[in-house]
């Protein structure tokens, strides 16, 4: 599943975490619960009416009242200075079109669909890092490539009916541009810390948001209301829950935690919409879990060769 904010690769995690394990898993576990109670309350949204950009504009604004009390309890408002500015703007516009393609998917297609489909993130992301960073794909991820996109076929079923054609290609699209995210983050990772990279895109994200909203920015019943203050608060709550992870476990650790989303998608889009995931999902699904995990397996691994 997408993340609100993608995290940096795993080297870049922060030097002062401290290693409680079993609490980082823990926090993981939360987010993954609070990140998909999110995006059910998208599609909730959606059917009701409220545009896909509005979501995104409360998402974010939402992402705004969090990092300035973060950032305060942390490094402080000084460490939030960049000498980058151009490249948070563009992440904040790739960011803006992967959140925007993937709250749509998530209105258009069953909540494990895509939850499941959002799993091929990392797989699409070392394809990107062959063109976009010119770093080497050996054999092995080029096999776990392969697999990841073998489950996303056994989980669309191209032809079927089962999942609209244009519900797929959305998703894929925000899997995509998710990705090359990531890539970018990895590059801003270099010099910018997690805070003041996610500070930045919250921040900056409100300007071509807040002009949206001008066109489509409409009024709604107190139940939708609900459901968008619930949509925001979901949305930090998993945020912070990634952020507290990644400071009592490294990402190898808590990473496979996200995995858990598919289980919570299952129940909610069950309880909800009494919408069960068809067998072939639970098919493709390991296909694409597994892929994904052998290729942060790999990285983890060929990062801690490469420092000795």
């Known amino acids: 599943m997408a993340l609100p904010d993608p995290l940096p690769a795993p080297e870049s995690a922060p030097a002062a975490s401290i290693n409680r394990p079993l609490y980082g898993i823990a926090a993981r576990l939360f987010s993954a619960i609070f990140l998909t109670a999110m995006f059910a309350c998208v599609k909730l949204a959606s059917a009701r009416g409220v545009h896909v950009l509005e979501s995104v504009f409360y998402r974010q604004l939402m992402g705004v009242l969090l990092m300035v009390p973060v950032a305060l309890a942390g490094p402080g408002l000084a460490a939030l200075k960049t000498q980058r500015p151009w490249t948070h703007a563009s992440r904040m516009v790739v960011g803006m079109v992967a959140m925007t393609l993937n709250f749509l998917s998530f209105a258009l297609l069953p909540i494990a669909e895509a939850t499941a489909i959002g799993f091929m993130v990392p ?9 976009l960073l010119r770093e ?3 054999v092995h991820r080029w096999g776990a490539i392969a697999i990841g996109l073998t489950g996303v076929l056994v989980v669309i079923q191209p032809g079927d009916g089962h999942i609209p054609p244009t519900g797929a290609l959305v998703a894929m699209c925000g899997v995509a541009m998710t990705a090359w995210v990531s890539i970018l983050i990895r590059k801003l990772g270099a010099t910018e810390s997690p805070v003041t990279t996610m500070f930045w895109f919250s921040v900056s994200s409100m300007v071509p948001l807040g002009i949206a909203m001008l066109f489509v920015g409409q009024a709604h019943d107190a139940q939708t209301w609900g459901i968008i203050a619930l949509m925001g608060l979901f949305g930090a709550a998993a945020q912070l829950g990634i952020t507290w992870s990644l400071r009592l476990a490294p990402v190898s650790v808590v990473l496979p935690m996200d995995y858990s989303s598919l289980i919570w998608a299952a129940l909610i889009g069950w309880l909800i919409w009494q919408n069960w995931p068809v067998p072939a999902t639970w098919i493709g699904a390991p296909l694409i879990i597994g892929s994904g995990l052998y290729i942060a ?7 801690r060769l490469r420092k000795g």
């Open 123 to 131: 797989v699409v992301a070392t394809l990107l890092s062959i063109f």
């Open 297 to 303: 397996w790999r990285e983890n691994r060929l990062a």
């Open 136 to 138: 080497s794909v050996g």
